[in-house]
C-alpha cells in the first residue's frame, strides 16, 4: 500500500464503543472464519501476516506478536462490499471484534489495487468477553464498490483476536426459512459427518431457528442421529435430479421460502450458512439466489469455479485465480458484482435459491448438467459470495465413459429444450462432434461409444428420460461397454515412454497432427509414433498427446492408470456413426426441438417427480 493511498489516521479516528450500535435489531452479514484443520488450512485464505502472528488451534483465534500485523484482507475473511451494497438492504455498517490485549485497530475500504480508503482507525483495549465496535457506515461516501478489510497490529504483548464480525441494522425476516436439501447415495460415513456438523450449528446460529436440514436418502442406508431439525426421507434413487427434486417438493410443502442444495459431505466453512442467509435475507431482489464457488482440494489457493456460464460447453468462471494475492481476489470480486451473465449457473454442490422463482423442477438427467439446466430454465438473480464455497475431489478423476454419456446427454438437451439456448442444426452437430473429437485424439474409443450412444438416446426424444429417469439401461450399457478405459491398479502398467516424430517439439506438434486427427489419417504412423504416460488432469489438453500412438494415464494420486491406443480401424467405424447420426440430426432437428420444448414444461413438474418417486399426489 502506497503512502499516497493512505490518509492521516488522526483525521479518521473513531471513537469505539463496547455497546453495540445495533443491538437489539442487527444482522451479522459475515463472522471471522479461521483454518479448518480437515477443510482448509492455506494460511493466506484466512491471513495475511507481517511478523509473528499465527492461529491458535488450540484456544481459538490469532495470536499477534508485539509490533506484528495481523491482515484480514482474504479470500475467507475480506468483505464484498461492492455486492452487499449493491444487492441487499444496508442500514450502517460496524465492525465487532473480540480478543485480548492492547492493538491499533484498522478498517480499510479497497477500491483497486493502489487505493485503499481508511474508515476507521483506533487503539483498542480488546476483551474475550466484550466486543468493541467501530462505525464504518460512511463507507459509501468515497465508492460503494470493493473490498472492506481490517489489520490488527499488536501494540502490547500477546494479542489475540478471536472473533469479529461485519452488522449492519435490521431485523431479520421471520418469513424467510431456508431448507438445507442434502441427496446421500450409500456415503453413510459422510453424511452422518455432515449431519452432526450441521447440529452444531445450527444450535448456536444467529438464524438457527431458521434453518432445517433434510438428507434425501437414495440408498436407505444412512444413520442420523436424532435432531429436531434435521430429518432423513428416503427416496428411490433416481440420481442427484430426484433427491433434490423430493428436497424441493419437500420444502415447498412445508411452507419453506427458500432452498439450499448441498453435498451430502458439506465440505465447505460452516459460516457459508451464515453469509447465505443474512444475504437472502437483506436481498433487495426477490429473486436472489447464492451459487457456492468450487475449489480443488488438492489445489487449495486456486479458484476452481465461481460459479459458470454454459454457452455450448460449461466454463468456469476466474478458474486458477490465486485466491492468496489480493489484487487478484480484488479484481474477482470486482467483476463479479458488476456483471451477471444471463447464463450463469451454480453448481448443485452448493446452491441457494427462492421457492417463489423456482417454476421449473429439475430435468430427469439422473446426474450431470441438471444443475445447469435448473439454473438457466429458472429466472434466478445469482451471485456469488468470497468464503462460500465448496472443497472436493478433482473432477480430473472423474473423467469415465458414463460421465461423459451424461454429459452430452445433458448438453443436447439444454439447446433442444430451452428456446434462450436455441443454437440451430448444425450448431448441435458440433457440440457433439466436440465430444467426439477431444476423445479421438487420445484413442478413448469406448468413451466415443458412450457419446455416441448419449447422441442416439436424445434423438429418440425426452420420453427416453420419462421412461428411465435413473438411466438404468444406459448405465449397464456403458458398464457392459467399457473394459479398457477404467482406473486399475499402477502394476499392471508398464510405463516406458517413446519419443517419436517431432519429440518435444510441442509447437510443431501442434501445428501437424490436429489435421490428421493426431495420426489417424497418417499411413505407418505406429512406428514412428511416440508413447506417452500423462496424468489424469492433462487429459484435456491436446498437447499432451499429440503425436502418440500408446497414451497410459495416471489418476491424480499416482496409483492407478489405463491405457489407450491407436486403431484406425476401430476409429474409422465411429467416425461412420458420427456421420450417420449428424445426417440424422439435420433431418429430425425441427420436429426433435418442437418435442422437447412442447414435453419439457410438463416434466419440470413437481407432479411427473411425485410420481416418479411413488408419492402421493399434492393435496
Known amino acids: 500500500m502506497s503512502e499516497g493511498s493512505r490518509r492521516t489516521c488522526t483525521d479518521f479516528a473513531v471513537a469505539a464503543s463496547e455497546d453495540n450500535p445495533a443491538k437489539g435489531a442487527s444482522i451479522t452479514l459475515q463472522n ?43 479470500y475467507f475473511n475480506a468483505l ?79 494479542v489475540r483476536v478471536t472473533a469479529a464480525r461485519y452488522v449492519t441494522h435490521g431485523k431479520p425476516n421471520l418469513t424467510q426459512r431456508l431448507a ?3 441427496t446421500t447415495f450409500h456415503r ?84 457459508a450458512l451464515q453469509r447465505s442467509f443474512a444475504f437472502l435475507s437483506l436481498a ?44 487478484d481476489l480484488l479484481e474477482m470480486e470486482q467483476k463479479t458484482a458488476q456483471v451477471r451473465p444471463h447464463n450463469l449457473y451454480g453448481g448443485w454442490w452448493f446452491f441457494a435459491f427462492p421457492v417463489a422463482h423456482a417454476q421449473r423442477f429439475p430435468f430427469p ?50 439447446h433442444l429444450a430451452l428456446k434462450q439456448m436455441a443454437v440451430g442444426r448444425f450448431a448441435l452437430i458440433g457440440i457433439a462432434l466436440a465430444f467426439v473429437r477431444r476423445n479421438i485424439v487420445k484413442f478413448q474409443y469406448e468413451t466415443i461409444e458412450a457419446v455416441l450412444m448419449a447422441w442416439r438416446d436424445v434423438l429418440k426424444g425426452p420420453d427416453v428420460f420419462v421412461r428411465e429417469p435413473d438411466a438404468a439401461s444406459a448405465r449397464a450399457a456403458i458398464k457392459a461397454l467399457v473394459k479398457t478405459e477404467v482406473w486399475q491398479p499402477i502394476e499392471n502398467f508398464d510405463l516406458d515412454e517413446r519419443t517419436g516424430f517431432l519429440g518435444n517439439n510441442k509447437a510443431l506438434r501442434r501445428l501437424f497432427y490436429p489435421f490428421s486427427l493426431n495420426g489417424h489419417l497418417l499411413p505407418f504412423f505406429g512406428a514412428w509414433g511416440s508413447k506417452r504416460v500423462i496424468l489424469a488432469a492433462e487429459r484435456g489438453f ?20 489405463y491405457v489407450t491406443r491407436r486403431n484406425n480401424a476401430k476409429a474409422l467405424w465411429l467416425l461412420g456413426q458420427v456421420l450417420v447420426l449428424s445426417v440424422r440430426t439435420v433431418l429430425v432437428y425441427q420436429r426433435l426441438r418442437a418435442l422437447y420444448r412442447r414435453r419439457y414444461p410438463q416434466i419440470t413438474t413437481p407432479e411427473f417427480w411425485r410420481k416418479a418417486l411413488n408419492l402421493p399426489p399434492n393435496p
Open 542 to 561: 491436446s498437447d499432451a498427446v499429440w503425436g502418440a500412438v500408446q497414451i497410459t494415464y495416471l489418476n491424480v494420486a499416482g496409483d492407478r492408470a
Open 188 to 271: 453413510e460415513v459422510q453424511v452422518a459427518a455432515t449431519a452432526q456438523r450441521l447440529a452444531q450449528f445450527l444450535e448456536q446460529a444467529e438464524f438457527g431457528s431458521h434453518i432445517e436440514c433434510f438428507i434425501i436418502d437414495n440408498a436407505d442406508s444412512a444413520q442420523i442421529d436424532p435432531h429436531p431439525k434435521i430429518h432423513r426421507l428416503t427416496n428411490a434413487n433416481l440420481g442427484g435430479s430426484g433427491g433434490f427434486s423430493r428436497g424441493l417438493i419437500h420444502a415447498k410443502a412445508e411452507g419453506f421460502s427458500h432452498v439450499l442444495f448441498m453435498d451430502d459431505d458439506a465440505a465447505i466453512p460452516i459460516e
Open 80 to 158: 464484498s462490499i461492492a455486492k452487499w451494497h449493491k444487492e441487499c438492504s444496508l442500514q450502517g455498517l460496524w465492525l465487532g471484534l473480540k480478543g485480548l490485549g492492547r492493538a491499533e485497530i484498522s478498517v480499510l475500504h479497497a477500491v483497486s489495487g493502489s487505493y485503499h480508503e481508511i474508515l476507521a482507525v483506533n487503539v483498542l483495549s480488546l476483551a474475550l468477553d466484550t466486543e468493541v465496535w467501530l462505525d464504518i457506515s460512511h463507507y459509501s461516501d468515497s465508492a460503494a464498490m470493493g473490498l472492506i478489510t481490517f489489520e490488527v497490529r499488536a501494540i502490547a504483548p500477546d
Open 32 to 74: 471471522l472464519i479461521f483454518p479448518e484443520k480437515g477443510l482448509c488450512v492455506e494460511p493466506h485464505l484466512y491471513a495475511h501476516a507481517h511478523g509473528n502472528v499465527a492461529h491458535d488451534r488450540h484456544r481459538g483465534g490469532y495470536w499477534i506478536a508485539q509490533d506484528a500485523v495481523a491482515k484480514f484482507d482474504t
Open 284 to 327: 433487495k431482489d426477490t429473486k436472489a439466489a447464492i451459487a457456492g464457488a468450487f475449489i480443488s482440494s488438492t489445489q487449495p489457493a486456486r479458484m476452481a469455479e465461481n460459479g459458470a456460464i454454459f454457452n455450448r460447453k460449461c466454463r468456469p468462471r476466474f478458474a486458477g485465480t490465486d485466491l492468496r494475492k489480493f489484487d
Open 180 to 182: 438445507v436439501v442434502i
Open 365 to 414: 438427467f439422473f446426474v450431470r448438467g441438471d444443475d445447469v439446466n435448473f439454473a438457466l430454465a429458472n429466472d434466478f438473480a445469482i451471485t456469488t459470495l468470497n468464503g462460500v464455497v465448496a472443497f472436493g475431489e478433482s473432477f480430473v478423476d472423474k473423467e469415465t465413459p458414463l460421465n461423459w454419456y451424461l454429459d452430452l446427454r445433458s448438453h443436447l438437451v439444454h
